[in-house]
């Protein structure tokens, strides 16, 4: 599986990141995992005509020591469709953007 992996954290570095997650997000029902929506303007054209599966999402997954996303734009409603597949370009670095920003916002990067 394709991954975007931050290591290393802290433990005050994944509480400020738990929590930020958790008042942005919300809990999933699974501990450690947030479903971050993917903008529609980065969907692709099998994305966008997928109405029912709509909207799309990449997961984190939050552990003591790590962050990680897998580069896989998915949906809630569905465990296989085509419009499931590895992120695109754009995709993958709007996610990497996001966590960075995510990062600095909590003033765990400079």
């Keep these: 599986m394709k991954q975007y992996v931050i290591d290393e954290l802290r433990p005050q570095d994944y509480q400020k ?6 008042d942005c997000y919300g809990a999933s029902g699974v501990e450690g995992i947030y479903w971050i ?4 303007e980065l969907l692709t054209t099998i994305q966008q005509q997928h109405s029912a599966c709509q909207p799309f999402y990449v ?3 939050l552990e003591r ?8 734009v998915r949906t809630q409603s ?3 469709c085509e419009c499931i597949s590895y992120a695109t370009e754009s995709q993958r670095n709007w996610l990497i953007s996001f ?3 995510m990062l600095t916002q909590l003033h765990l990067i400079t």
């Design 65 to 72: 020591h790590m962050l990680s996303c897998e580069l896989l």
């Design 99 to 101: 966590i960075d920003d």
């Design 37 to 40: 929506p993917v903008p529609n």
């Design 17 to 22: 990141i738990k929590q930020y997650l958790s």
């Design 78 to 80: 569905k465990v296989r």
């Design 59 to 61: 997961v984190i997954d």
